[in-house]
């Protein structure tokens, strides 16, 4: 738990950098806004309707929990494989972000 918000800080900061001047409130608040509905209400949600689910079928409700629980670790193979995706693209879309604003009438 100590760690499990350290990739917040980073991962605002990255969308802000890969951002063209004039969008980056845009981007943070809609970063901001997805992680919120994803991770904070639809995630403890989604683990609840499983061990519910489970415990329906006829598993006792400690195991139903612990299989929802574990389910719910789905997500970081989800994200860990998205980031070794976007890790090929990052260091270009960063180079090409001012030419990008340039393009779009930004005065940089």
């Known amino acids: 738990m100590m760690f ?16 063209i001047p004039r969008m980056r409130a845009t981007a943070s608040a809609t970063y901001i806004l997805t992680v919120t509905f994803i991770g904070l209400a639809l995630g403890p949600f989604t683990i609840g309707r499983i061990s519910t689910s489970l415990e329906a079928g006829g598993m006792a409700s400690g195991e ?16 860990v494989f998205f980031l070794f995706l976007a890790r090929r693209h990052v260091r ?9 604003a340039r ?5 940089v």
């Open 103 to 107: 393009e779009l009438g930004e005065a």
């Open 92 to 100: 270009a879309d960063e180079a090409g972000r001012l030419q990008r």
């Open 64 to 79: 139903a929990l612990r299989i929802g629980l574990l389910w719910g670790l789905g997500g970081y193979v989800v994200a």
């Open 4 to 19: 499990s918000s350290v990739w917040i800080g980073s991962a605002i900061a990255l969308c802000n950098g890969l951002m």
